[in-house]
Each structure stands twice: as structure tokens, then as C-alpha cells.
């Protein structure tokens, strides 16, 4: 944040200790005129928006109260709520299964049920708003629309500098991206030669772009999808949000974890703030339009733009208008001075990296601990460290007792570190502890351990863990070889009985593939090589090495915990039905016309549209090959054909719009124009749309026939035809051909 967007914010705020609702008030003051409010205004400020309503105000009034303490609503009350409320514009609100409707619509995130109500009921405050556009923006804040998508195995290279964590930005971008879509295919008025406006296609077509949890990458999509944006999107201009996405700029924070601005609470809008502690605490929003017109345009808003700072700058400086020092109590000062003690007189086997701490065992085996929330409410998260070079850690919990705020910080971890130091005899009353000691061998060790491995274990140590392995029956050491009938296979003992053994075999394989793609390295790690070089040197285990091999892998970047996909891809394979990807040029922009959602829904309905304005005798040409152009006689219009699927449609279209093949020349096919449309083409259209579309990812987007003109008559002569038509949407680049957007 800049300087300026803190002094706008207290500016904003006003001077002095004051209450929540004075600093709300002045904030409505001062940004009354601002472009952020007026978006939401009626054109006449003294109309009321509210035409008619379902119930009288004492029925609205028990409504709200019986929400409001939690209660189910009864059955007249819920069958009132869904006749809705008629407001100005012949547009029409009803709420049904805690979802709202507008003119039938489902908008796709939830609604403070209560505080759209209480707006509702309220005419002092809603006269002169467009409570439509407010309900639209504030129903449209669909936050996980964009979900990344991680791969099986991420390759170690993308984790230096932090490229592997996804963009804070995901969660804006995702719902003025959901709003974009809802608004364009529910409001906004469509061409003429289509039943819905194609902006919803290019808002689904960059979302799918933005799947990739690498944060650069999600950076320039972004970028590239609004610098070359559709012309259409100038239609929602007057929103002020939208220009600050057309000259969007990336993030230069740093990629910390930000949580959502507003958040509903027992129906209610509430806005997240900085407490005096520096904790966040959520405070009610009041049910004003204007700050509801206020807080909804910042935080469609990028973060990198004014608007997002300065909401940033309100949530930070919302208790604290001045900053202080915090003085740190006697108990904290005490604790934290207990734990340097502690590390300091452990500096052999304790070693600290900005806010990591590491743990070297009695065994060997490595614990990296760090303040933060763990499991079962724990102020710490304790990874083990299972390899390096490549880096690889695994989730570990010690502990399933509650914490108590009153113990602190540096005592709490003080208990953590000495208990891992002597993990070992930890493990007698750590149940997980003690399966991990047994099955995962010390850093650097293989699965299975030799005589030679043995030596640079400390002899007294690994005896004491035997004993204590063997008083619990359901364990064992699975990385010492102690018998042949625990570390052989159970389907060799059994050979030649039966064919439970081929069963078992079968089984055991399963079983190996997952802890081998859960617990293996995929290779030979650093850790590996330096052990088996000091065991052919007969050294000490070279834990210094392995020191600085930790202290390098957190200044490289930390890499995530692998997880194991291959029995959800398989349930996947068995349910989901096969679907056709839609074939892609990557070098084009993000959001392309030619490329996704759209190219179904923009080109190819342009190439029916063209085939229909053909007179009879005309012709146009199609390659027979991946990548060969269609060309039209009476049109410049051209299209890439990119596979076996859209010559398919194409040749569907002829068939339906009178075209017959009339020979080859070259790598083209032609077609020639010998009959008028069939009576049924527009219906066989939809029919063969749908079943193209259910192939597809698109099977839960609105229908791509909606985009398709009606069939018209066959012309005598070629007609004016509109200019996107004559635009030539090939993938080859031209001399005096514009980029296409």
C-alpha cells in the first residue's frame, strides 16, 4: 500500500477514537459524488425502486426475525418469499431455498438473506437505488469460480521463486469474471442475430485459462485476456470496476494469503477489519446502498489498482488510524527468552531459518517446525522432512489436546521442540509419532537398511526403540530387516495352495504403487548420495551438509505435499463420460475468438450465418486437413479448421443449409449451393449443437444454439452482409490483417 491510500483511509474514517457506526457514516459522506456510489443510482433520485411487495410489513417484520434467531421459516412464510418483490424496470426479486432469483435467474454465490431484507423493507433507504445492480453484484461474488488445477507431480524448477503459489488476485478475477457472465447472459440485451450476448463465452473461455496454480502465469493470462479484450465488454463500462480491469497491472506484493473482504455471518453482511491487536475481527455493515455501491466497486476492483489499496488501506486502518508500538508483556518476554535458552543450548540438533525451526532427532530423522494455525487449533505446523534436493515434506501431528491462548507462544513451542528432540521415548505416548518413526527410516537412509546403514545409528538408541516398538502389538521397524517372515511378501509363503496368492500379489502391488507415489522420492535425492558416500568413506553421518541443503531449500521456496490423484482420476474415468477437448492454438491471446467457448459460439455461428446469406450456385472451400482453411466465394470470412470434429460440423451445416460436395482442388474440398434450407434445419442445428456440446466440457454453460441465427430465405443475390462476416479469423499471420479480439 502507498502513503496515499493510508492518508485517503483515515481521511475516509475521520479523526479520533470513534464508533463503528460514526466511521460508517463518515465514510458515506465523503464518498457521496464518488464514481464508486453512483454506479447504483436510479436516474430519478426520488423514485422508489420497490413496486410492490409479497406480504405487509408486520409479515416481512416476522420473517426477518425468525432468520435472523435462526429459526426455519414456515410454509406460507417461504411461499411469500418466492412471489417476490416487483421493482421499477419490470424486473423482479424472489428468494427461494436461500438462493435469489432475478426474473427467474439464480444468481450464483449467496446473499446476506437478512440484510437484503432489511434493504428491502426499508424505504427511507432505498429510495433513488438500483437495488437490481446491487443484488446482481452483491449475488455474483463467486470467489472459487476459477479452482486451480495442481498437477500429479510438479517439477522442482517451478518452485524457485515462488512460482508455484497461485495469484491473490484469483479470487477478484474470479468473480468479476462470474459477474461478467451472469450479467452479459441475463441483462444485457442481445445482438440481433442471437438469443444471448457472446460476452458469457469469452468470461467462461479465461477462466479456463486461469486454472494454473503457477502465480506468473496466472499474472500475464490475466493481463492479456483484458488488454485484448472483445469489443463488448465496452458495453459495461459504466460500472467503474471495468475500466480498472482494461488497464490492469500485476501485484508487486508480496503473495501472502488475504482472505475475502466481505463475509456473511448468521445472514448478515459483514466486512473484515483490523483489529487493535492485529488480528481480524469482522464488523457489521449497515444497511446503507451507498456503502453497499461503495464496498462492491472496490472489491471488484483489482488489488493492484487505487480502489483495491484503498479498501485494503480501510480494512487495515479501520481500530488503528495511528500507528504505535505494541509493548510485549512480561509472560511473552519470559517465554520467548525460555525458548532462545532452549535453542541455544541444543545448537547441535536445533537450528533456526528466519521463521523455521528445525528438529534433528535421536534417530536422525528431521522435524521442521513453524508458527502458524496447525491441527486441532495447534499455533504451530510441524513438517517432516523426508528428502532434499529435492526438497519433499510430510504433514505431522503430534498432538490432539486443545490450546489455550493463556499459555504463552514460547512455552507452548518450547514443549514442542524438546519433545522431538527425544522423539524416541516421545513416541511411547504419541501414537502417530510412533508410526512414523516406523515407517519412514532416517533422512537420507533407504527403505530397507543394511549392516553397514546399522553403524551410523547409534547402537542404545535404535535398541530402545526396538523395545518400544515390540510392547505395542501393531507395529513394527518396516526399515530394519529383522526377520525374513516380516520383510518378505506374505503371497511367497503361500505359493502353490491356491490362487489367493496371485489375489495377494496383486494387491501388494496396488499397495507398493501408492506408497511409492505418496512416500518415495521419484529420485535419487542429495540426502541419498552424501549417506552412501559416508558410508564408503566410514564417517559420521554428514548432518552439516544436510544443514545447508535445508537452509538452501527454504530460500529456493517451499514445495507443497504431493498428492496422490491416481484413484480420483480413476473414479473419474469410471463416471464421467468421455469428453472431447476443444482444440486450442496457444500462441493466440488469452480470451481469443478463435479459440474455446467462443470459437463455437462467435465463429461458427458466423460460418452458418454466412452459408445461409450464399445464394444458390455459390461455393465455398474446405481443407482436408488439421489446420486447413475455410473459405467462403461471396464473403472474406475464414476459418482454421483445426481437426476432424469441426469438419464434421461444417459438413453438417452444408447438409442442412442446401450445400452438396462438388469435387476437390488440391487439399480443399468445395461445395456448391443446390437446394434451399431443409424446413427442419434450425431444429436439426440444435439438436446436433446439444450433442457437440455434451462432448465437451461446456455440458453446464447455457446452450451454444442460442448464439445461431434463425434460418432465413435463400437470397437471389448475395446481400449486405454485416462487417463480422468479412473478418478473416484465420490463425496464419497477414500483411494488413487486424489482430482479431
Not at 330 to 353: A, C, E, T, W, Y
Not at 513 to 532: A, G, Y
Not at 655 to 664: P, R
Not at 694 to 709: E, F, K, L, M
Amino acid at each position: 500500500m502507498s502513503q496515499g491510500s493510508h492518508d485517503e483511509a483515515i481521511k475516509m474514517l475521520g479523526p479520533g477514537n470513534k464508533s463503528a457506526q460514526k466511521r460508517w457514516k463518515s465514510i458515506a459522506q465523503i464518498t457521496s459524488q464518488s464514481k464508486d456510489v453512483q454506479w447504483a443510482r436510479l436516474s430519478d433520485i426520488s423514485k422508489d425502486p420497490v413496486l410492490c411487495s409479497p406480504c405487509t410489513d408486520e409479515e416481512l417484520e416476522e420473517i426477518k426475525i425468525r432468520i435472523s434467531n435462526g429459526q426455519r421459516l414456515s410454509n406460507p412464510q417461504k411461499q411469500q418469499l418466492q412471489r417476490g418483490f416487483q421493482l421499477v424496470g419490470d424486473v423482479h426479486v424472489s428468494i427461494a431455498e436461500g438462493k435469489m432469483m432475478i426474473n427467474g435467474s439464480s444468481l450464483p454465490a449467496q446473499v446476506p438473506l437478512l440484510s437484503v431484507l432489511n434493504l428491502l423493507s426499508s424505504k427511507k433507504s432505498r429510495i433513488g437505488w438500483d437495488l437490481e445492480k446491487l443484488f446482481i453484484a452483491l449475488g455474483s461474488m463467486n470467489t472459487a469460480a476459477i479452482s486451480a488445477t495442481l498437477p500429479h507431480h510438479i517439477h522442482r524448477r517451478f518452485m524457485r521463486h515462488n512460482h508455484i503459489l497461485q495469484s491473490k488476485q484469483k479470487p477478484g478475477a474470479a468473480a468479476v469474471l462470474s459477474w461478467v457472465e451472469w450479467v452479459s447472459e441475463n441483462h444485457l440485451s442481445p445482438p440481433e442475430h442471437c438469443l444471448i450476448h457472446p460476452l458469457g463465452a469469452w468470461s467462461r473461455d479465461v477462466r479456463s485459462c486461469l486454472t494454473t496454480p503457477n502465480g506468473s502465469t496466472f499474472e500475464t493470462n490475466l493481463k492479456e485476456a483484458f488488454v485484448h479484450h472483445p469489443p463488448t465488454l465496452e458495453c459495461l463500462v459504466q460500472f467503474p470496476w471495468i475500466p480498472r480491469w482494461m488497464t490492469y497491472k500485476s501485484p508487486t506484493q508480496v503473495n501472502i494469503n488475504r482472505p475475502w473482504p466481505l463475509q456473511i455471518v448468521n445472514e448478515k453482511l459483514k466486512l473484515i477489519v483490523r483489529s487493535k491487536n492485529n488480528a481480524s475481527r469482522k464488523t457489521s455493515i449497515p444497511d446503507n446502498p451507498a456503502l453497499w455501491a461503495l464496498l462492491l466497486s472496490y472489491i471488484y476492483s483489482p488489488i493492484s489498482s487505487e480502489a483495491g489499496n484503498l479498501l485494503y488501506a480501510l480494512q487495515y486502518n479501520w481500530t488503528n488510524t495511528e500507528s504505535t508500538v505494541s509493548s510485549i508483556s512480561s509472560p511473552i518476554k519470559r517465554s520467548i527468552q525460555f525458548l532462545r535458552q532452549v535453542i541455544d543450548g541444543n545448537s547441535d540438533r536445533i537450528f533456526v531459518h528466519e521463521q523455521y525451526m528445525l528438529v534433528i532427532g535421536r534417530l536422525g530423522h528431521f522435524f521442521e517446525i513453524k508458527v502458524g494455525r496447525g491441527a486441532h487449533g495447534a499455533p504451530f505446523i510441524i513438517n517432516s522432512i523426508d528428502s532434499l534436493e529435492p526438497r519433499s515434506s510430510t504433514p505431522l501431528c503430534i498432538y490432539d489436546s486443545s490450546f489455550h491462548s493463556s499459555v504463552p507462544l514460547g512455552d507452548t513451542i518450547v514443549s514442542v521442540l524438546l519433545a522431538l528432540l527425544d522423539d524416541v521415548k516421545t513416541s511411547t505416548e504419541i501414537d502417530s509419532l510412533q508410526k512414523y518413526l516406523c515407517h519412514h527410516p532416517p533422512l537420507g537412509f533407504p527403505r530397507l537398511l543394511h549392516e553397514g546403514h546399522l553403524r551410523l545409528l547409534n547402537a542404545s538408541t535404535l535398541t530402545e526403540f526396538k523395545q518400544i516398538v515390540n510392547q505395542s502389538r501393531d507395529s513394527r521397524i518396516r526399515w530394519l530387516k529383522e526377520s525374513p517372515r516380516e520383510n518378505e511378501n506374505e503371497f511367497e509363503q503361500i505359493q502353490g495352495q491356491n490362487m489367493m496368492h496371485l489375489f495377494r500379489r496383486n494387491i501388494a502391488f496396488n499397495r507398493n504403487r501408492w506408497q511409492f507415489d505418496n512416500h518415495r522420492r521419484p529420485r535419487t535425492s542429495r540426502c541419498d548420495t552424501l549417506v552412501e558416500h559416508a558410508l564408503a568413506a566410514d564417517s559420521a553421518l554428514p548432518h552439516p551438509q544436510f544443514i545447508e541443503l535445508w537452509h538452501e531449500s527454504l530460500e529456493k521456496g517451499e514445495e507443497g505435499h504431493m498428492h496422490n490423484n491416481y484413484a480420483h482420476r480413476r473414479m473419474l474415468r469410471e463416471i464421467v463420460p468421455p469428453q472431447t477437448p476443444i482444440a486450442t492454438n496457444n500462441r493466440l491471446p488469452t480470451g481469443d475468438i478463435r479459440n474455446g467457448e467462443r470459437r463455437f459460439c462467435e465463429v461458427f455461428s458466423r460460418v452458418w450465418e454466412a452459408m445461409m446469406h450464399h445464394p444458390i450456385g455459390s461455393t465455398f472451400r474446405m481443407g482436408v486437413v488439421d489446420g486447413g482453411d475455410l473459405t467462403f466465394e461471396h464473403c472474406h470470412l475464414g476459418v482454421p479448421l483445426r481437426g476432424q470434429q469441426e469438419r464434421r460440423i461444417i459438413r453438417r451445416f452444408a447438409n442442412l443449409l442446401g450445400f452438396v460436395e462438388n469435387g476437390t482442388f488440391g487439399q480443399r474440398m468445395v461445395f456448391v449451393r443446390r437446394d434451399h434450407a431443409r424446413t427442419t434445419a434450425f431444429r436439426d442445428l440444435s439438436t446436433f449443437l446439444d450433442r457437440v456440446q455434451g462432448n465437451t466440457y461446456a455440458v453446464n454453460t447455457s446452450p451454444w444454439r442460442w448464439h445461431y441465427a434463425q434460418v432465413v430465405k435463400t437470397p437471389t443475390a448475395i446481400p449486405a452482409l454485416r462487417w463480422e462476416l468479412e473478418q478473416d479469423l484465420r490463425d496464419s499471420k497477414r500483411k494488413g490483417v487486424p489482430r482479431n479480439r
